[in-house]
């Protein structure tokens, strides 16, 4: 899973950071980019970068092995880097933007024997300039509160229910974020070393 998270710094240390307010008293903030591998429970890969880095930063500096999946919230949603995934036979799992365009292949609306919609899946493309990108919406109904949550992935085969049950694991990285911000100081967060992950194709910052 792969996530990010904005750190406000107020140090000293980082009195060249940032802009000046009206109260000349500046502040900056860093971004901390993390893959995290589930079944571990620890970080893989970490970089720090400015906080005006985009999150989706992170998809082209990190290679995932082949027949990997990996989930993400929809600040990562970009067409060039699902493309990368694919090429890399790598799988996505992600929440849909609403104001995507896309164009309808073909849909499939299930419903429960007390006729009422589970899901609807559709396969679609997005296209923009050269880019063509092939994905599968799954819109998942919650009949208690009548609200959708719609997936987004590249995995034509999975389940829905694993596929949901993918994407509830993503809530695992932002627990570690809120673990490392209530039990670690400030000064945790800054370093000058430079280490090379070769086995994740990724720098990672400490």
């Known amino acids: 899973m792969m996530d990010s998270t904005t750190?406000?710094?107020?140090?000293?240390?980082?009195?060249?950071?940032?802009?000046?307010?009206?109260s000349d008293k500046?502040?900056?903030?860093?971004?901390?980019?993390?893959?995290?591998?589930?079944?571990v429970g620890v970080p893989t890969v970490v970089q720090l970068?400015?906080?005006?880095?985009?999150?989706?930063?992170?998809?082209?500096?990190?290679?995932?092995?082949?027949?990997a999946t990996l989930t993400m919230n929809r600040e990562y949603v970009d067409y060039t880097h699902?493309?990368?995934?694919k090429g890399e036979g790598v799988g996505y799992?992600?929440?849909?933007?609403?104001?995507?365009?896309?164009?309808?292949?073909?849909?499939?609306?299930?419903?429960?024997?007390?006729?009422?919609?589970?899901?609807?899946?559709?396969k679609i493309v997005f296209e923009k300039g050269e880019i063509r990108h092939e994905a599968r919406r799954v819109e998942l109904w919650d009949n208690n509160s009548h609200k959708s949550v719609v997936v987004l992935?590249?995995?034509?085969?999975?389940?829905?229910?694993?596929?949901?049950?993918?994407y509830k694991r993503r809530?695992?990285?932002e627990s570690l974020y809120k673990?490392?911000?209530?039990?670690?100081?400030?000064?945790?967060?800054?370093?000058n070393s430079v280490h090379t992950d070769t086995n994740m194709g990724g720098l990672s910052r400490y």
Do not use: C
Request: proline letters at 3%; aromatic letters at 12%; glycine letters at 4%.
């Open 26 to 39: 500046k502040k900056g903030s860093m971004k901390v980019h993390t893959v995290l591998k589930y079944h």
């Open 153 to 166: 992935t590249n995995n034509f085969e999975l389940d829905v229910k694993d596929l949901e049950d993918i």
């Open 7 to 22: 750190i406000t710094l107020f140090d000293n240390t980082f009195k060249g950071v940032g802009r000046s307010p009206k």
């Open 179 to 191: 673990q490392l911000k209530q039990n670690f100081s400030q000064h945790f967060f800054y370093g």
């Open 171 to 173: 809530w695992a990285i």
């Open 49 to 67: 970068t400015s906080a005006a880095t985009h999150d989706h930063y992170l998809l082209k500096e990190v290679h995932l092995p082949k027949d």
């Open 82 to 85: 699902f493309q990368q995934l």
């Open 93 to 122: 799992v992600t929440k849909m933007k609403k104001n995507l365009t896309y164009r309808e292949l073909s849909s499939v609306t299930y419903v429960s024997p007390d006729g009422l919609v589970t899901h609807t899946d559709k």
